[in-house]
Nanobody, 127 residues
């Protein structure tokens, strides 16, 4: 059974930082692009970041939504089947439920299409 389990959310003051984690199990996620999304009640789920992995080159490519560039960093540890989202300089508008996802390509993730989704972790930023 494929599972994506997010953790690391919480309540933080504006200007603070959080690191979200997504532990994957059930398939060889190391070969697939992984991504983070966020959703505010009443709004559509929004793409945040995605990361690929090339075992041949031991390297990864990353992609970010314009709204988070410079403050968010996505990374992955293929040995732990875990992807991370480091969020710095948090703003109240970053408040949302953050979801981890796995997809067939970064293009599909960037348009919101994923094969698997986690259950989400709440991030609340107070002003």
């Amino acid at each position: 059974q494929v599972q994506l389990v997010e953790s690391g959310g919480g309540l933080v003051q504006a200007g603070g930082s959080l690191r979200l984690s997504c532990a994957a199990s059930g398939r060889a996620f190391g070969s697939y692009p992984m991504g983070w999304f966020r959703q505010v009640p009443g709004k559509e789920r929004e793409f945040v970041a995605a990361i690929t992995w090339s075992s041949a080159w031991s390297s990864a490519n990353t992609y970010y939504a314009d709204s988070v560039k410079g403050r968010f960093t996505i990374s992955r540890d293929t040995t732990k089947n875990t992807v991370y989202l480091q969020i710095n300089s948090l703003k109240p508008e970053d408040t949302a439920v953050y979801y981890c996802a796995s997809g067939a390509s970064t293009l599909s993730l960037r348009i919101g299409r994923a094969d698997y989704w986690g259950q989400g972790t709440q991030v609340t930023v107070s002003s």
